[in-house]
């Protein structure tokens, strides 16, 4: 019998676990957690006080009889999974379906996976925190009834198969009003003035002093009546000033600034730095990475001291101990840093080197001494005006933390010019070589990347570290937003340069409004916020769900029962849902009457079709059937003319003949695409259907059939439903609908019949997931099901009853 089971969450972890302890111990990995609420059920028993209904997924039953196998083994089981509330779960889920005994199992936590940290956890062993356990199952069965609620009601009032969250609603709201708000923007012009004023030394010497003006004037006509007056007027610095400034280093990092800080310096996706911190830390070489603390422990604080001053000196260290601002911080106890200050590098791949990179010098720069600066700023004046020119100069005195490292900044602001100024005095009189005023615009707001996302999502309160990067990639996947660029469009400007008394205007162009990898919302995820904006108001109220993540907070704390939390939340909700599901609509959800069609005189209209965005001419109460086009990607349904809507049922196109087949262009379900003969083949991305030439249309016809050619590698005549074929990730075995892999190593090419079937028998069949034509019908969202029942399973930690004021409520299968 072996003496002691730790059981973690991650292989990976446990690799590195196991290093650090010696043969008394076993380290295995649940895989995450063994059990959850079942997927395709509601799983919520509402009447007896919103008892989960558990169950282990089919895949992971073989490896929980091997935990209870090797556990039943073991005098001692150590819960080891990670500190935070999603951590605490699994712990609890484990301890109770491995059925563990109290008296032999302990649940250790640690935020760092190195050898001290390790066997500290072993020392000081505590009890499964029941409280952390109750706020994960009352977030996981408040998105649940969220989720199973809503989703029908979505279902029916504007399209089948879409899905609502708590959260991931909220997010695509902020989403969608910060579109609007570009939409209904209108820049307005000011003419901004800088001024190049030469000043003589003492010595004879000429240098350019840079300025700008005071004032910024509205209109072209008063920038050139102030060129005017500077024609014959004085320049005289009337006043100096020079005083001491400093810059402080940033706190280290949470998950928050981590998410926005890597993708401003590294250009990762939230999802992307989320993976690579868990392979850093499943290594050992940081600390936990789902954090909303800035606190450093004294060994981290004391070890960074050491690297300064031995690498920088003593008068580059200053001690800092930062204080957490988020309130409710509740994931670990510490920021995320260098588990080795001293390791300034770590093995790994090229993404894991510059995350770990980003981290140490941020942890180390957050321990160095502020920057010392000098700023001297001059104020020029003008005899024939009371407006001031102002040089505004800074000089680094001290680097101090800037040596190691400097925060990035969102804001698009303009960039401005702050070098040392040349030697001067007040009542210098300067020479103007040139003073030019040109057309500036006030900046749109700016759209939302994903890391300025998680910064609005931190600020208002809503969601937590673990969640950030879930909420983002969810709306993503859903297709409520999308991550794009966005050309931007010429816009011509107006320059007044004044020399040698002559002033002289220049018209450029410049382009505005050009994105990169922001998000926009789609036309469903336009259509669906607004929907639950109307007729659920509290679901997507910014103050509702940051309170609701306060509630979480006060369950983990032990201050709220999460039973009447739930409870005063459902009834209302679920009140709101049936009346929703009653109320009738003369028009569908997100139509727009657009105008009528100039040849038929029939209304022509935009809305949400059953397989998304699409034009419509003619209504359901004519005789003859209305005409549909699905609209062109690219289009906002909330923007669109008439115009642009009568140009869809210009498609098909007909472009030529080829090969004595007649090759068209079109617009369907999944974009636009070309058709030759039996043939289709997808238009690029961006590209327009309406401007699809014969020439691009052969040349994407020519490259399928390539890729086709290249596809097949062999079949079978005794077998015709079996081939070898090349995929996106290399040769495999199609065979009854179904894919196999072939193992490496093995030339496709040579493969048998013999040896097909024995690679199809050891390995299970991965279905092929064919484009369905036929439509999904609408379910039918008044008719509930049968209440679920409750699981043996279904224990719930020290779950307090229901309380009277709880109704049973049949619930929804989705």
């Keep these: 019998m072996q ?16 290093k650090f302890l010696g043969k008394d111990f076993k380290v295995m990995s649940s895989y995450g957690h063994i059990r959850d609420l079942k997927k395709k059920d509601f799983s919520i028993d509402i009447a007896n006080g919103f008892q989960p209904i558990y169950e282990v997924p089919a895949d992971k039953k073989k490896l929980v009889e091997e935990l209870k196998k090797q556990a039943s083994d073991s005098d001692i089981v150590w819960l080891a999974s990670d500190e935070d509330r999603e951590g605490e779960a699994i712990a609890w889920h484990l301890y109770e379906v491995l059925g563990l005994n109290p008296e032999h199992t302990k649940r250790i936590v640690f935020h760092e996976i190195t050898k001290n940290a390790i066997l500290h956890a072993i020392e000081t062993p505590r009890d499964i925190d029941l409280n952390l356990v109750n706020a994960q199952q009352a977030r996981r069965i408040l998105d649940r009834i969220v989720g199973f609620e809503l989703s029908p009601v979505l279902w029916r009032k504007v399209k089948p198969a879409l899905s609502a969250g708590r959260v991931q609603s909220v997010a695509v709201r902020l989403i969608v009003e910060r579109e609007r708000e570009i939409q209904a923007f209108t820049p307005e012009a000011a003419y901004r003035v800088i001024g190049i004023f030469i000043v003589t030394a003492a010595n004879g010497d000429k240098s350019e002093l840079k300025a700008e003006l005071n ?27 020079t005083r001491p400034g400093k810059k402080s280093p940033a706190a280290p990092f949470t998950t928050s600034t981590l998410q926005q800080e890597a993708a401003r310096k590294l250009g990762y996706s939230v999802s992307q730095t989320m993976s690579v911190a868990q392979k850093l830390y499943e ?21 960074a001291k050491e690297e300064i001053f031995s690498t920088m000196g003593e008068r580059y260290w200053k001690y800092r101990q930062f204080q957490t601002k988020a309130k409710g911080a509740q994931e670990a106890h510490e920021a995320i840093r260098p588990t080795d200050l001293k390791k300034e590098k770590v093995e790994g791949t090229a993404q894991e080197k510059k995350l770990y990179e980003l981290i140490w010098k941020r942890t180390i720069a957050s321990q160095m001494a502020d920057a010392e600066l000098e700023k001297t700023t001059a104020t020029i004046g003008l005899a024939t005006t009371s407006e001031k020119f102002v040089a505004v100069g800074e000089v680094l005195k001290f680097d101090g933390f800037l040596r190691v490292y400097l925060e990035s900044s969102d804001d698009e602001s303009e960039s401005s010019d702050s070098g040392l100024l040349p030697p001067m005095k007040v009542g210098e009189v300067l020479n103007m070589k040139n003073i030019t005023a040109t057309e500036r615009f006030t900046q749109r707001p700016a759209r939302y990347s994903e890391a300025s996302l998680v910064r609005k999502l931190e600020e208002l309160g809503i969601g937590r570290p ?20 966005k050309e931007g469009t010429e816009r011509s400007f107006t320059v007044l340069t004044l020399s040698k008394d002559k002033i002289k205007e220049q018209t450029k162009t410049e382009i505005t409004g ?62 709101t849902v049936e009346t929703s599901l009653a109320a009738k609509q003369e028009r569908k959800v997100g139509e727009r009457l657009l105008g009528n069609d100039p040849k038929t005189g029939k209304p022509v209209s935009v809305k949400i079709g059953r397989f998304g965005p699409m034009v419509q001419i003619g209504s359901n109460e004519d005789e003859e059937k209305p005409q549909f086009a699905s609209l062109m990607k690219g289009i906002s349904m909330e923007e669109m003319t ?12 007909t472009l030529g ?55 097949f590698i062999k079949k079978f005549d005794e077998e015709p439903e079996l081939e070898v074929l090349n995929g996106r990730f290399g040769p495999y075995i199609a065979y009854s609908g179904s894919n196999y892999k072939i193992p490496k190593g093995t030339d496709p090419k040579v493969l048998t019949l013999d040896e097909c079937m024995t690679i199809i028998k050891d390995q299970p069949a991965k279905k092929t997931t064919a484009r369905k034509t036929k439509a999904v019908k609408e379910p039918k969202a008044t008719k509930e099901p049968k209440a679920a029942k409750e699981s043996k399973v279904a224990k719930t930690a020290k779950e307090p009853k229901a309380t009277k004021t709880t109704k049973a409520t049949k619930t929804t299968k989705k």
């Design 657 to 711: 003949e080829y090969e004595n087949e007649t090759i068209t262009v079109a617009v369907g379900r999944f974009g636009p695409y070309v058709k030759f003969g039996k043939l289709f083949v997808s238009l690029p991305k961006g590209a327009n259907p309406m401007e699809t030439t014969l020439d691009e249309a052969i040349e994407l016809i020519e490259a399928k059939k390539k890729q086709e050619a290249e596809k």
């Design 514 to 575: 050009a994105d990169k990898a922001k998000l926009f919302p789609t036309n469903i995820g336009v259509v669906v916020n607004d929907y639950l904006t109307e007729n659920f108001p509290n679901i997507l109220n910014y103050s509702f769900t940051a309170d609701v993540e306060k509630e979480f907070d006060s369950i983990a704390e032990g201050d709220l029962n999460w039973v009447q939390a739930l409870d005063k939340f459902y009834g209302p909700f679920h009140t």
């Design 466 to 485: 673990s969640t950030y990067a879930p909420t983002i990639t969810t709306v993503q996947n859903r297709e409520y937003v999308e991550k794009g660029d």
């Design 3 to 18: 003496k002691n089971l730790v059981i973690v969450e991650s292989p990976a972890k446990a690799k590195t676990i196991e």
């Design 283 to 303: 290594n050992g070489h940081i600390t936990y990475m789902r954090t909303d603390s800035v606190n450093l422990s004294d060994l981290a604080i004391n070890t």
């Design 642 to 653: 008439l115009e642009q809507a009568l140009k869809h049922f210009e498609l098909p196109r």
């Design 215 to 241: 004032k910024r004037f509205k209109t072209k006509e008063e920038a050139e009546a102030f060129l005017n007056s500077c024609k014959s007027t004085d320049f005289v610095i009337e006043d100096i000033q």
